[in-house]
Each structure stands twice: as C-alpha cells, then as structure tokens.
T-cell receptor
Framework: ETGVTQSPTHLIKTRGQQVTLRCSSQ?????VSWYQQALGQGPQFIFQ???????GRGNFPPRFSGLQFPNYSSELNVNALELDDSALYLC??????????????FGPGTRLTVT | AQTVTQSQPEMSVQEAETVTLSCTYD???????LFWYKQPPSRQMILVIR??????QNATENRFSVNFQKAAKSFSLKISDSQLGDTAMYFC???????????FGQGTRLTINP
C-alpha cells in the first residue's frame, strides 16, 4: 500500500510569483485535504477536495486554489505569493468521501519559502 | 467556532518515565472526534490515538492512553515508559462528526532524554 506523497520537498519562490504543490493520495482514498502549517504552529485547514470538487474551505483567500484529478491526486496553487505564505504545506488523504468519519493520513509536506 | 488549546509549549522527561500532555477544546457540538498526532523532525504527521466523543471508555494504544473528560472538555495524552523515539511535536486535534476539517492546537514539543 502506497502512502501519501508530496512534491516537491522544498521550494523557494519570490514574492508575487505563483506556485503549484502536488499530492498523491494513499491507495484507495478519494478525498484530499490541504493544510498550511506556519513555523511553530499547528496546521490550519485550507480546503478539501472530493470527486474533483472543492468541498469545504478554511479562512484562506481566493488566491489559494486547488484541483483534484480523476486518479484522486491533487494540486494546491497559490497566486501572488506573500512572505506570510512561507510555511509547511501538508496534504492528507482519506476514504469514505463526504461521510467525514474516516482517518486522514498525512504526507511529509512541502516546505515553501517566499523571499 | 471550535478551538483547541495546548497549554504546554515544551516538555522534557527522562527515558522510561511517564509523561502527560494536556489539551482542552471548546465546542457546542455533541458528536465529534479527538485525536493526538505526533510530528517528528521528519515532518510527517502520524496519528497516535483517536477518541470518539460518544464513548465513555478512554482509548488506549500500547504505551499511549488518553484521559477524556467530556464535561470539562479536556483530552490529555499519557505516554508510559517513554522512549527516545517519542521525541517529537505532539498536536491535539478535533473534528466534528461529518465535517471535513481537523482543528489543531498549537502543539507541545516533547523531548525524551537518555
């Protein structure tokens, strides 16, 4: 069974640029959630995707957007990067769809640094 | 809104000792789940233990157990016979039944000393 994978591991971008982060869900999982973890803080929920549609969103501006593909993998896109976007971005996958009562399994994260 | 508070930013104990990490939460919901996650330096968030709010019995997983006090909205984690590999950040998290997002606390940095 393959776990959740994320790419790239690290990324450095300049303020104002755009970035795409990728996540492959665990085998058999159809739901992907994204979290932002600032240094020294707990993760904050960005949004969740189920059946290629956004299903629930946290308190993040529209410049944070995502996609889910038919194979359940997902992308997180951030436009017009700001210094405060520097963080660890975690992807978590789960099964069971919208029931929401299934465990979320996390990937190792992508460390984004905005200069 | 749901909030999770971990009042101990850092803790340190000797190997083989028992340590308890504290967590309180606030919600008006009656059906929810509570979790403890471990995040070692490798950054991967690993589920340690889970508690369903409707269950009165405290969850246990080998050396890990919880003390769930629903009325007090308290959910502490006890690690028995601590090991060097237990060194990590520990996050308490909460999720309403049927909801999508996990709400995390600020974390407790636990160091196990040899």
């Amino acid at each position: 069974e393959t776990g959740v994978t994320q790419s790239p591991t690290h990324l450095i971008k300049t303020r104002g640029q755009q970035v795409t982060l990728r996540c492959s869900s665990q085998s058999g999982h159809n739901t992907v959630s994204w979290y932002q973890q600032a240094l020294g803080q707990g993760p904050q929920f960005i949004f969740q995707y189920y059946r290629e549609e956004e299903n629930g969103r946290g308190n993040f501006p529209p410049r944070f957007s995502g996609l889910q593909f038919p194979n359940y993998s997902s992308e997180l896109n951030v436009n017009a990067l700001e210094l405060d976007d520097s963080a660890l971005y975690l992807c978590a996958s789960s099964g069971g769809g919208l029931a929401g009562n299934y465990e979320q399994y996390f990937g190792p994260g992508t460390r984004l640094t905005v200069t | 809104a749901q909030t999770v508070t971990q009042s101990q930013p850092e803790m340190s104990v000797q190997e083989a000792e028992t340590v308890t990490l504290s967590c309180t939460y606030d919600t008006s919901e009656n059906n929810y789940y509570l979790f403890w996650y471990k995040q070692p330096p490798s950054r991967q968030m690993i589920l340690v233990i889970r508690q369903e709010a409707y269950k009165q019995q405290n969850a246990t997983e080998n050396r890990f157990s919880v003390n769930f006090q629903k009325a007090a909205k308290s959910f502490s984690l006890k690690i028995s016979d601590s090991q060097l590999g237990d060194t990590a950040m520990y996050f308490c998290a909460f999720r309403i039944q049927g909801a999508q997002k996990l709400v995390f606390g600020q974390g407790t940095r636990l160091t196990i000393n040899p």
